[in-house]
């Protein structure tokens, strides 16, 4: 049913051309979750609502031959509003931390609640890839903070992306495909 929220959310965020904004929490100034969804994030809102229903749909089906466990029955969840959070995430922090909680909530998936030898070697794996994945990201948003004159805020970015050298707009480019 949640699945079917989110492909709904995604639906109404193609459908107003206007951006829906979230601020969450609040520490010295700072807001850890400041999220900002607009048509494009809808289209990736309205695939992450279908294939989450398509996932929920065919765990049902597995959910006969194992039970259900505590580990998927958290991460699963946790991985798919993650993940709606990294499609709306407005700053460099939103977006690294719901990164890595998806990154987490995913490798849990991975290696699963009673994993054999070869799972755990996957959910390592998949942990170290991410977290590279993460290294670039991180590199990346530190080239674009500096050319923002300090500021995490994406729309920052990009209003300062037209003056970034080429080289450098390269290498920005190539991490956040790496990423």
Request: with cysteine.
């Amino acid at each position: 049913m949640a699945c079917l929220a989110i492909a709904a959310l995604g639906v109404f965020l193609l459908l107003d051309p206007s951006t829906f904004t979230i601020a969450l929490g609040s520490t010295m100034t700072f807001t850890p979750i400041d999220v900002a969804y607009d048509g494009l994030s809808g289209v990736f809102v309205v695939a992450l609502g279908i294939v989450g229903f398509a996932a929920s749909v065919a765990a049902l089906d597995s959910a006969v031959n194992e039970p259900a466990n505590g580990i998927t029955g958290v991460a699963y969840p946790t991985f798919l509003l993650s993940l709606l959070l990294v499609f709306g995430a407005s700053d460099a922090f939103a977006f690294l931390l719901a990164w890595e909680v998806m990154a987490v909530s995913s490798a849990a998936l991975v290696v699963g609640a009673r994993p054999s030898p070869d799972q755990v070697r996957a959910g390592y794996l998949y942990l170290a890839v991410t977290h590279l994945a993460t290294a670039a990201l991180l590199v990346a948003f530190a080239l674009l903070t500096a050319q923002a004159d300090g500021q995490v805020a994406v729309a920052s970015w990009r209003a300062t992306v037209p003056a970034m050298p080429k080289l450098e707009l390269d290498l920005v480019f190539g991490l956040l495909v790496i990423g």
